[in-house]
Structures are given as C-alpha cells and as structure tokens.
C-alpha cells in the first residue's frame, strides 16, 4: 500500500469514528503514518460549521470543539474532520 493510500484509509477511519476516544486513537494511528512517510509540517485550518467562515485556534475551539471542522494540510493533502472532543485536537498541537 502507497503512502497516500495508508493515509486515506486511516483517515477514514478518523471520520469515520463514533466515540471521542476512538476518534483520538484514529488521529494518533493517522500522525504516526504521515510521520513514518515523512510527510511535511501539517498546518491547521479551522472554520466555525454554521458560518462557514475562517476561526480561530482560540479557547472557543477548546471548549466547543464539535461546533467547529478542522483542517489538516499536509503539502497539497487536505483532511477534514469534525472533532468530537477536545481529545482530538491535542495531538495536532503538541509542542
């Protein structure tokens, strides 16, 4: 299986996931992938869901992650998902 295709199926697995701890768990096993393919820097992109519009990564996020759908850009590849916790969102900004 190529890089992109190891990607794509755990990323659906990301959205496709049912419980915050599942999707936390998919997000990580997502990482690892793109880490051991040597992907570039992943940028984050946050839209608030019922405008539509450009967010912050701000407390707001934090505390209502589900009203929000994140994007991770890794090059030309884009994810989208809806978080459905703040668990999710963890390991995208770890220092």
């Known amino acids: 299986m190529t890089h992109d ?25 997502f990482l690892a992938i793109q880490q051991q393919g040597g992907a570039p820097p992943v940028m984050v992109d946050v839209t608030k869901r019922d405008e539509g519009a450009p967010a912050p990564i701000d407390d707001a996020l934090w505390q209502n992650p589900q009203d ?28």
Do not use: H, K, M, N
């Not at 190891?6 to 959205?15: E, G, H, L, M």
């Not at 929000?68 to 916790?85: A, H, M, Q, T």
């Open 5 to 29: 295709a190891a990607a794509d199926t755990a990323w659906a697995r990301v959205t496709t996931a049912t419980t915050a701890a599942q999707q936390r768990q998919e997000i990580d096993a």
């Open 68 to 95: 929000y759908e994140v994007s991770l850009r890794y090059g030309e590849r884009r994810y989208r998902f809806v978080p459905l916790s703040r668990s999710s969102l963890e390991p995208l900004f770890r220092e």
